[in-house]
């Protein structure tokens, strides 16, 4: 049982396309990120939902939209995709009791995005 | 400010010996959680071990110990008993508590570790 499961694993893509990631989670948590790994392996949180209300919205292009249809999906919709974009996308889970720092996330296989 | 500091890019380590992994941190949150992650070639972001500030004792999860030193702000992974397998980039983040329920982590650049025969 895959406890975060994420698809596709890998997407390859023309420059100005528009593409969708999916994530779902079976842990039973109650939040859900998204973050991108560059070239050079540095991760950095995009987004975070927390029961379906957006709580976390970093520095992201309006071309990325996540969509939580319920707790236990997270998607990522990219419109007009840039060479930029190109990167690895992972998607992770916790159960985020506010304030505790204990929450562990867990993270998704990632998705390989290329932008041609 | 980084907040999260791995000065070590690459590591070679001899099979079946130990090594250390090196993180500094930086925070004025009193509460706080360190973690370490581990992602091999096939690329999947496994979870090893976490230390809580508050916590009295070093983690400790089978071969992966915690060093932590919280007056000098630092965080080291320790493996033991090195194996071929253990070969991978590690992770050290960071949770800070002041973001309530924004339970956000902040990711060093990462230790490439290679486990020689």
């Known amino acids: 049982d895959t406890a975060v499961s994420q698809t596709p694993k890998y997407l390859v893509t023309q420059m100005g396309n528009d593409k969708s990631i999916k994530c779902e989670q079976n842990l039973g948590h109650d939040t859900m990120y998204w973050y991108k790994q560059d070239s050079k392996k540095f991760l950095k949180i995009m987004f975070s939902?927390?029961?379906?209300?957006?709580?976390i919205n970093e520095t992201v292009p309006n071309r990325f939209s996540p969509k939580s249809p319920d707790k236990a999906h997270l998607n990522l919709h990219i419109n007009s995709l840039e060479l930029g974009d190109s990167a690895v996308y992972f998607c992770?889970?916790?159960?985020?009791?506010?304030?505790?720092?204990?929450?562990?996330?867990?993270f998704g296989p990632g998705t390989r995005l290329t932008v041609l | 400010a980084q907040k999260i500091t791995q000065t070590q890019p690459g590591m070679f380590v001899q099979e079946k010996e130990a090594v250390t992994l090196d993180c500094t941190y930086d925070?004025?949150?009193?509460?706080?959680?360190l973690f370490w992650y581990k992602q091999p070639s096939s690329g999947e972001m496994i979870f090893l071990i976490y230390q809580g500030s508050y916590d009295q004792q070093n983690a400790t999860e089978g071969r992966y110990s915690l060093n932590f030193q919280k007056a000098r702000k630092s965080a080291n992974l320790v493996i033991s008993a090195s194996q071929l397998g253990d070969s991978a980039m590690y992770f050290c983040?960071?949770?800070?508590?002041?973001?309530?329920?924004?339970?956000?982590?902040?990711f060093g650049t990462g230790t490439r570790l290679q486990v020689t025969l």
């Open positions: 983040a960071m949770r800070e508590s002041n973001t309530g329920t924004a339970s956000k982590l902040t």
């Open positions: 939902y927390n029961n379906k209300e957006l709580i």
């Open positions: 992770a889970s916790s159960q985020s009791a506010a304030g505790v720092t204990t929450d562990t996330q867990y």
């Open positions: 925070t004025s949150d009193p509460s706080y959680g």
